[in-house]
């Protein structure tokens, strides 16, 4: 199943992405991106995005995180209803 993901790719401390097509099979750092669809910058809140191209993976069968599905109806690109991000620590207890 293809996805639309982000892909890190700022320095330390200056997190800057890519939306990209890729296999659902394959991590985002694995170079086997279909297409880059655009980039954001959560600092600057800035970004630009191929409406096109979005549209044509969605229209194929591509299912977007649920990031990117919230930044993409933010943005005016896609319609619907935003969806819950539930944000889980990976720091462990010590008990």
Not at 80 to 88: A, D, E, F, H, V
């Amino acid at each position: 199943m293809m996805r639309i993901r982000f892909q890190r790719v700022g320095k330390k401390n200056q997190p800057k992405f890519r939306l990209i097509a890729i296999d659902s099979r394959f991590g985002p750092k694995s170079g086997r991106a279909k297409e880059i669809l655009g980039w954001w910058d959560p600092i600057k809140k800035q970004g630009e995005f191929d409406k096109e191209r979005i549209n044509y993976w969605l229209s194929v069968g591509a299912q977007p995180t649920d990031t990117v599905w919230n930044l993409l109806i933010k943005k005016g690109i896609i319609k619907g209803k935003k969806r819950k991000i539930s944000i889980t620590s990976k720091k462990v207890k010590n008990e």
